[in-house]
Every structure is written in C-alpha cells, then in structure tokens.
C-alpha cells in the first residue's frame, strides 16, 4: 500500500500575534511544529505500513524552513519526503494550495491513499484536504479517527460526528483527511532524525517547474481569493462586577438595565 | 542542498518529549521517588540510548554534542531521568560496546539499547572516591578467566541493572597503572546487591552498593587490555565532565526559567518583583552564567567530537556549569521565597538535585587542584 501524507508546518501555540500595523503574523522566534492533526495522519499511515507493507510518502509546500517537518517525518517512519519550494509558490489561498499539492500529486503518481489533517491551527480553514481530493477526482471521507479494515480495493473507516459516528466503505485511492485517534502519535526515532539531516537522506525539493506548474496557476497569481486586511479583533464589550449587599447589587442591576432601556 | 540542522532537530524533538512527557509529573516522579520506567522505556523506544554509537552497530549514529544536548534537555525536566539517561549511553554501556564480543553484544549491548537491559558503572569504593588509586578490588587471573573481590558503592542505577562495567585492580604495586575494567552480569554467583540508598536528592535514581565475592568472569570480559586501563579512564572521565556539565546547564535553565517567570507575577509593594534591581541583579547573573556554562560545555564537546584531548575543558566546564547550577538553584530559592521552601514548588527540588551534579565526574575540589595544576602552579 503506497500512502501520501500531506503535512503543514506550523506556528507552536495560540500565541502567535498580528504585527497591529502591517497585519502579518509574527513569526520571528516562534518555534515551528508540524500541524497537530498531521501527526495523527502520519501516525495512522505508519501503523498501516507496520501492517500492510508498502511505502510513505511525506508532500509539503513551505518555505525551505519547512524542511524540519519532513525531517520529523521521516524520523517517525515515512520513507521518502518532498518539499515543494519556489518563491512562486508564496501568497496561494488555499485553492492554489490544493492545486499546487494536486500537481505534485500527480508527479508522484503512484499511491493507493492520501492522508492529510483535517484542519491547519494557523490557517484552521480545513479545505485542503477536500480540495486536493476534489482536483484529483478521488473519494475522500473527512474527520476520520480509525481505520477499520484494509483491502486492495477499498477502506473501511470511522468518521466523527457530533454525536457519534459514522462506519464508511470508501474505494481506494481515496484521501481521507484525519483527526486525533485512539493512539498518541509516536515520537521519532532519533536514528532516523539524524538520518533525514544527511546529504543522502531521501528528501527531494521540486519547484515550480519540476511539477510542470505555470507561475500563473499557482501563489499569489493563482489564487482565487485575496486578502484585503488582516487584523486582532479589538475586545469592545467589557465586564463589570456589581458589589455591595444582595439586595444593593440587585438594586443597582436594576437601574442599569433600565438606564440602558432594557427593561 | 537544503537540510535539518541535526543538533537543532534533536535538541526540538527532546525538548517536545520534556515538556509533554516529564514536566508534568516530574513533581509527583520526584515525591514517589521510584524508577521511572514508563519514560525510560520511551526513550529506549526513540533510540537515544544509542546516540553516541554508530548506526551500523545498533547505535543512533551521533555524537557527544549531540549526547550532551540530549542530557541537558532532559536535565530541564528531571535530573534523575536524565542521569539514568547518560548513565545508558555512556559509563553504562561505553566499554562493552568498544570491548565486548559479538556474544556479549547480543546478549547485553544491543537489549540495553532496547531498554531491556541496564548497564552501571562502579568505580567508587566505600574507602576510595577521590583517589581511585587506592581501590582495592581484584581481579585476579586464574585458569580461563578472573575472580573478582570487592565491593563498590555509589553504584547509580545499580538496584536495577542487569551488568556492571566493574574498574578492578590487577596488580596493586602499580596503583592507577594496574586499573582495568571488568564485565560483570548480575547473576553472575557472588554478586550482591545493597538495598537502595535513601538519597537527599534525584530521588528517582536507585544508588547502591555492589559486593562481588570470588565472581569468576571468563577472559573475554576484561574490557580494556592490560595497561590501557588509566588511559581508557582519562579519556572517559572527560566525556563523563561534558556531560555533567550538560546536566548541570540544564538544570540552570529550568532555575533561571522558573525564576523569570515568577519575578514578572509575583507582587510585592505594588509592583512585580522583577522591577526591583537586586532581583533583576539576580536574574541578570543567572542569565550570565547560563551563557557561559553552554560555551564551556559545548566547547569541550565538540573537542571530544574532534577527537582531542579534552580532560581540561571538560573538567572547567563541568566545575564552572556546576557551581553556576548551584547558585542558580540557590538563588530561585530566594527569588520564590516562602514558596522556594515549600515542596508543592520545583524550586527545592532544584536545589537538591544540584548537590547529585556536585560530587558525580569528580568533586570540586579535586577539579580545582587538576585546573590549578594545568594552569602552571
Ligand atoms: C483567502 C486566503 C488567502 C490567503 N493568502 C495567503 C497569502 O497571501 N500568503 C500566505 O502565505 N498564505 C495565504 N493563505 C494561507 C494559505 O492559503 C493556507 O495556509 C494554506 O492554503 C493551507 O490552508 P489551511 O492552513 O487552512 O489548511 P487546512 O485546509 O486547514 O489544512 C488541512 C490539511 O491540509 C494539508 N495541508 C495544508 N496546507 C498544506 C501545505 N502547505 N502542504 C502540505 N499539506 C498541506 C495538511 O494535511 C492539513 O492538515 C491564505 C488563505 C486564505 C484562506
Ligand atoms: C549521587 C551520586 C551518584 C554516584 N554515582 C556513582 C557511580 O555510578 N559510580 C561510581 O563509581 N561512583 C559514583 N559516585 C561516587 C562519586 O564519584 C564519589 O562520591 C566522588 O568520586 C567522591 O568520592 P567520595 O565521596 O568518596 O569523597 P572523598 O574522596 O572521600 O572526598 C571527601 C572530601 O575530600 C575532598 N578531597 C578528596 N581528595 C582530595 C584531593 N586530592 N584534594 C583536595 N580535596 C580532596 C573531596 O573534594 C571531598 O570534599 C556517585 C556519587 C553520588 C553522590
């Protein structure tokens, strides 16, 4: 079984800011991880190997920084990584994304499953993963947190729902894009880290050109949707807190609504 | 060619397993003072139990600077775990992996890389420490192999380990030239072991005594020919200070973080105490020290990487990182005040588990007269 995992690298934590003047995020000493939910795929796809043999192919498009997600990748198990970079690939929505992953896809050619996350924690729009499998023409199944059984021709998943779950039968080559699971994804092993650090690690950089993308197909140029302002949204409600006796705070809660022509 | 950073990568992937799998629990591990083998064994699982070993012989393929990182990370979390650590990777293992035969490899080297094995190092004896001269225990030649008699103390790990890397003296006219060092497996008839120590700090390390009594080993399991045995020493014992020292910057860091982090909430008079000039002083000489201490440490580090002769910078940086961890673990006490003295804090564990870093690779005083000595007087 030949998989695909699409993997983000990400800001660590909720603590990243908007610089209040351009709009950009801050990035600069913020530590980089790969995206939660894809750890979770690339769990899910290495416990497939473990089982049914074959190989992992790890795909992302990052600037050359990204190179540490793939090098964690291939230290959790993943046989071969690709990093797309191009400074033509800068500025995509997530429809460039998709379509510049798409692209990529199809140069690799063959797999039998795509993995991706469900959802980015920076970007958190959770249209990659649909997207990528609607330009391939693939079945894909979302919020998926097992992996039932495995043939040649189809899988078997369970997929989230609010308030419960759903057993899907899913022919391959589907992508499913994943959520956390039963199992905490393993740590790399440090061989293998070291390993994808070395010249002759099996990592390969492909640009624009590589995957036979015009630059106005893909980044900025490409994307469908454009930014007009990015921004922190400003906490204009405030809380107060009433004091006094019972009956004073009741009291005086009781003006305010009236002086606010609540009531 | 665009590449990780290996020292970076490993520093990030050690440090997301500290943060998520020991600062959490360190408090509770420290209080049940048991061994911790659930995060021993995740570590066996990643494989860094093998870093300073080549990939080819069931190692991770890195290096000292990459096994200090690794020790000081851990160091951030957990003293003990990351002394139980550098104990597997190196005194532990270090001579049976370059020594030992294809057998001994099978059954002992490659099932410590595992986790399933534990490997100790005994040196010490209860009337010989500074001195290691004047140890006194044997081993003799007799048909086939050796017999060994003695009795080593301060052995870490030893309540648990499966073989002991044991140093022996072969012929006591020739004091540190006649020191080699012996394979002993647990089982081996005529070894005992103490019951643990009850220790002042790093309470999740089991230290003990070893007793070996008329133990035969065969001929194979002497690990350092004869009359390479003090060199074999001088050139462990520097990697035995980088890594100390490693543990002690660690150790720094988790004080001089703790520190900060509580001089900007703490108020008093109005104000955080960090905004007072005898706390910032404080901080400021933390930070100094912290900077200096990597230097030291990652300097003699990379000189063992070289293969240089390292024993002078390793010893400096081992003594300089140690007494800036000391201080550091001192003055978080103060800065945390009342709070600095009660056990709920992490800042009395600071303070007790420097005291392991004080006498382990050497004490200070001993280092201080090697120093003094290497510097001309
Ligand atoms: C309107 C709009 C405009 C944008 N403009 C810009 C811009 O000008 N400059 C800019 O830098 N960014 C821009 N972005 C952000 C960028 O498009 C997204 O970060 C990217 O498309 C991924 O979307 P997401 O983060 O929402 O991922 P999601 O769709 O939430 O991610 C789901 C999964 O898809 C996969 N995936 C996502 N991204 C990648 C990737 N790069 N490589 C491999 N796999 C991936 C992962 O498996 C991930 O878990 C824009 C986004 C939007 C919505
Ligand atoms: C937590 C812990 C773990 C340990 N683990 C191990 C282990 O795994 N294996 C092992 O073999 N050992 C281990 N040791 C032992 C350690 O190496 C010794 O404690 C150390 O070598 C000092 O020996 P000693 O305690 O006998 O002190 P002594 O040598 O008796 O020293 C007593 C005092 O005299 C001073 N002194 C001694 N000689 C001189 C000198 N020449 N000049 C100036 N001052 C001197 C010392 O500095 C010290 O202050 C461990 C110790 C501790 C505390």
């Given at each position: 079984m030949n998989i695909i995992v699409l993997i983000k690298q990400v800001p660590n934590t909720s603590e990243v800011k908007l610089d209040p003047k351009t709009g950009n995020l801050i990035r600069e000493g913020v530590e980089t991880i790969i995206n939660p939910d894809d750890l979770h795929a690339l769990e899910t796809a290495v416990t497939l190997k473990e089982t049914y043999g074959g190989t992992i192919?790890?795909?992302?498009?990052?600037?050359?920084?990204?190179?540490?997600?793939?090098?964690?990748?291939?230290?959790?198990?993943?046989?071969?990584?690709?990093?797309?970079?191009?400074?033509?690939?800068?500025?995509a929505d997530t429809?460039?994304?998709?379509?510049?992953?798409?692209?990529?896809?199809?140069?690799?050619?063959?797999?039998?499953?795509?993995?991706?996350?469900?959802?980015?924690?920076?970007?958190?729009?959770?249209?990659?993963?649909?997207?990528?499998?609607?330009?391939?023409?693939l079945p894909q199944v979302t919020y998926v947190f097992d992996i039932e059984a495995v043939t040649t021709d189809y899988v078997v998943v369970k997929r989230r729902l609010e308030d419960g779950y759903e057993r899907i039968q899913c022919s391959l080559p589907a992508l499913l894009t994943v959520i956390p699971g039963a199992k905490h994804p393993r740590y790399p092993?440090?061989?293998?880290?070291?390993?994808?650090?070395?010249?002759?690690?099996?990592?390969?950089?492909?640009?624009?050109?590589?995957?036979?993308?015009?630059?106005?197909?893909?980044?900025?140029?490409?994307?469908?949707?454009?930014?007009?302002?990015?921004?922190a949204p400003k906490f204009e409600r405030q809380g107060e807190f009433l004091e006094g006796s019972t009956s004073g705070m009741v009291q005086n809660l009781i003006a305010r609504f009236k002086e606010n022509k609540l009531i | 060619m665009i590449r990780s950073n290996p020292e970076e990568l490993i520093r990030k992937t050690i440090a997301r397993f500290v943060d998520a799998e020991i600062i959490p629990v360190a408090q509770q591990l420290d209080k049940e003072g048991e061994f911790p083998r659930e995060i021993f064994q995740k570590l066996a699982q990643m494989g860094t139990f093998g870093i300073r070993y080549p990939v080819n012989k069931g190692g991770a393929g890195g290096n000292t600077t990459l096994y200090c990182i690794?020790?000081?990370?851990?160091?951030r979390g957990l003293v003990s775990v990351a002394s139980i650590t550098a104990m597997q990777c190196l005194m532990g293992t270090n001579f049976l992996f370059h020594h030992g035969t294809d057998e001994m490899r099978e059954e002992y080297f490659l099932p410590a890389m595992r986790g399933e094995k534990i490997g100790c190092f005994c040196m010490t004896e209860p009337d010989a420490g500074s001195d290691l001269g004047a140890i006194t225990t044997r081993a003799s030649e007799v048909e086939g192999g050796y017999l060994i008699n003695g009795m080593k103390t301060w052995v870490t790990d030893g309540p648990e380990a499966s073989f002991y890397t044991v140093m022996c003296q072969t012929d006591p006219k020739k004091k540190l030239r006649g020191i080699g060092y012996f394979f002993v497996p647990r089982h081996f008839p005529g070894v005992s072991v103490s019951p643990r120590f009850e220790c002042l700090g790093t309470r999740t390390t089991p230290i003990c005594e070893v007793a070996f009594r008329d133990v035969f080993i065969p001929k194979e399991y002497r690990l350092t020919p004869e009359?390479?045995?003090?060199?074999?020493?001088?050139?462990?014992?520097?990697?035995?200070?980088?890594?100390?020292?490693?543990?002690?910057?660690?150790?720094?860091?988790?004080?001089?973080?703790?520190?900060?982090?509580?001089?900007?909430?703490?108020?008093?008079?109005?104000?955080?105490?960090?905004?007072?000039?005898?706390?910032?002083?404080?901080?400021?000489?933390?930070?100094?020290?912290?900077?200096?201490?990597?230097?030291?440490?990652?300097?003699?580090a990379a000189m063992i990487d070289a293969g240089r002769d390292a024993l002078k910078e390793a010893s400096m940086a081992k003594y300089f990182a140690t007494e800036a961890a000391c201080s550091a673990a001192d003055e978080c006490t103060r800065i945390f005040a009342g709070y600095g003295y009660s056990m709920e804090y992490s800042a009395q564990r600071y303070f007790r588990d420097t005291r392991f870093l004080l006498s382990g690779g050497g004490t200070h005083e001993v280092l201080q007269s090697n120093i003094a000595r290497w510097a001309g007087v």
């Open positions: 192919t790890v795909l992302t498009m990052g600037p050359p920084q990204a190179m540490d997600a793939l090098s964690e990748a291939i230290g959790m198990g993943a046989d071969k990584a690709i990093l797309l970079s191009d400074r033509a690939f800068s500025g429809w460039a994304t998709s379509y510049t992953l798409g692209k990529a896809i199809q140069h690799i050619g063959d797999y039998d499953l795509i993995l991706a996350g469900r959802q980015a924690i920076d970007g958190d729009t959770a249209q990659v993963g649909p997207q990528v499998a609607d330009f391939l023409g092993l440090v061989s293998r880290l070291l390993l994808a650090c070395r010249e002759k690690a099996p990592i390969k950089i492909w640009n624009a050109a590589d995957i036979r993308v015009t630059t106005a197909e893909i980044g900025l140029d490409g994307s469908l949707t454009q930014v007009i302002r990015t921004f | 690794i020790c000081e990370e851990l160091a009359g390479e045995g003090l060199n074999s020493f001088l050139k462990i014992i520097a990697e035995i200070r980088a890594m100390t020292a490693a543990l002690a910057v660690g150790l720094q860091r988790a004080a001089t973080d703790d520190s900060i982090k509580y001089a900007n909430e703490r108020v008093a008079s109005g104000q955080t105490i960090g905004k007072f000039q005898l706390i910032q002083a404080k901080i400021a000489n933390m930070a100094t020290n912290l900077e200096a201490s990597k230097l030291l440490t990652y300097k003699a």
